[in-house]
């Protein structure tokens, strides 16, 4: 199994551009969870879906921010207008829904906005 | 909602000590507490992991020890390496929900 997938894995933009980052979860895995991490907040849960259904968005900062899952094996983080302070490692995450079974990291796609 | 509270926030071993870190959480049904290590640059990557009908887990040179009654867990590293140093993060969870991340301990191994 490849793992989660995310791309890009590095991304420059300049503020007021959109931004979109896309994840590919580990195949057989029906919850997904979006987290951002920064030196100063930690790690941050963003959103996650159960079995492509947002369940729980109330950590996306604002209405800049949106996700969305088409499909078991696809989700979509978009961020526009970007700003300075949304620079950070967004990760993605995926799991089974069974007791026990934890979530496995994607690589992570770092993010500068200038 | 669950709450978890991580300590200490970094920690200083030298080379061949043990490092122990603790958790506790809010929320008695939680049942899965799995624990994380992200080394510089890297995503987090599960390194061990206690369900809560289970007292203690041990993997080699780590172990995880759980006080269902008191909702704390630990995590125990011991004959540190330099290798070890990273930031461990805790977690708790139930099937089917989110995980609740601690804040992290950043760990470093002196040789």
């Known amino acids: 199994d490849a793992g989660v997938i995310q791309s890009p894995r590095h991304e420059v933009t300049e503020m007021g551009q959109e931004v979109t980052l896309r994840c590919k979860p580990i195949?057989?895995?029906?919850?997904l969870f979006w987290y951002r991490q920064t030196m100063m907040r930690g790690l941050e849960l963003l959103i996650y879906?159960?079995?492509?259904?947002?369940?729980?968005d109330s950590g996306m900062p604002e209405d800049r921010f949106s996700a969305k899952m088409p499909n078991a094996s696809f989700s979509t983080l978009k961020i526009q207008p970007s700003e300075p302070r949304d620079s950070a490692v967004y990760f993605c995450?995926?799991?089974?829904?069974?007791?026990?079974?934890?979530?496995?990291f994607g690589p992570g796609t770092r993010l500068l906005v200038l | 909602g669950e709450n978890v509270e991580q300590h200490p926030s970094t920690l200083s071993v030298q080379e061949g000590d043990s490092a122990v870190i603790k958790c506790t959480y809010s929320?008695?049904?939680?049942?899965?507490f799995p624990w994380y290590k992200q080394e510089l640059g890297k995503r987090p990557q599960l390194i061990i992991d206690?369900?809560?009908?289970?007292g203690e887990k041990k993997d080699q040179r780590i172990a995880v020890t759980l006080n269902k009654t008191a909702k704390h867990f630990s995590l125990h590293i011991t004959e540190t390496q330099p290798e070890d140093s990273a930031v461990y993060f805790c977690?708790?969870?139930?099937?089917?929900?989110?995980?609740?991340f601690g804040t992290g301990t950043s760990l470093t191994v002196i040789p």
């Open positions: 206690i369900r809560s009908n289970v």
């Open positions: 879906f159960n079995n492509n259904v947002p369940i729980d």
């Open positions: 195949s057989g895995h029906n919850s």
């Open positions: 995450a995926s799991r089974t829904g069974y007791l026990g079974e934890t979530q496995y």
């Open positions: 977690a708790a969870s139930r099937a089917g929900n989110q995980f609740y």
């Open positions: 929320d008695s049904a939680s049942n899965y």
